[in-house]
């Protein structure tokens, strides 16, 4: 197996269970080198604490980049998350190029809204520039809010496969090569992931579990990206990830309190197996 160098580029909330502070040690232990370039930090995430301090580092991005270059650092794959800025979108592309290696696997998840919603400080602006990045990935991994906001159809949380189908279709009319549409729900007490690859429709059903923790979109997409750069396939991937997430979710609904994320790291080892 090939020893793999990947970038994330995605926030640092100090406290949460969400992007960096998962990427990092979940595709670490997936046996990847993860080097990161922080897109902001935050006291906190935005999704449940009030008066979060936020340090936007988009200038820091240009100085950086030129160093790597200067460097000679290439990677194998970038990956991105929750990004600060919509000008940080224009440099994460440029990033793109200019430090990935040949064959460079470029892997997005617009981190931008949930449940309906766009994430506080993002707005039509932001998803005008995603969709062009979403446009120039290998990979982007959406949920239906993010697709609803990329494509501009409606939000729906009742639905049937042709509107699936229909997000689909947008979402490869912006140029996304392969989609991994996370929780995609088709009967009560299951939901799913869909795996469109080049146009192929699948589909990796799972349980349902009642409770929702924040923070399992960036534990999903990580454990996803860890799994596809160790050579599984796309498909097995999206079903080791969406696996490991169930588990995540399991072990934290054992406690009451713990509100703000996902218990990741005691299951950590499940993820790990599932490579073998
Ligand atoms: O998990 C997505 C995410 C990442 N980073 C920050 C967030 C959120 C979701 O709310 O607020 C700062």
Known sequence: MAYKKILTIQDISCVGQCSLTVALPVISACGIETCVLPSAVLSTHTAGFSGYTFRDLTEDMPGIKDHWVKEGIRFDAVYTGYLGSTK?????????QSVGAENCLKIVDPAMADNGNLYPGFDAAFVEAMKTLCGKADYVIPNITEACFLTGMEYKTE???AYIDALLEKLTALGCRNIIFTGISYAPGKTGVVVFEEGRY???EHEKLPNSCH?????????F???LLRGKSAYD?????ADYTVACIRATAEEDNHWYGAKFEPVLMKLIRALE
């Open 202 to 204: 699948s589909y990796y």
């Open 159 to 161: 639905y049937d496969r």
């Open 225 to 227: 990206v860890g799994a």
């Open 88 to 96: 940080q979108i224009d440099y994460v592309a440029d990033i793109m």
């Open 215 to 223: 923070g399992t979109g960036d534990i999903y997409a990580s454990a």
């Open 237 to 241: 991937a999206a079903a080791i990830a």
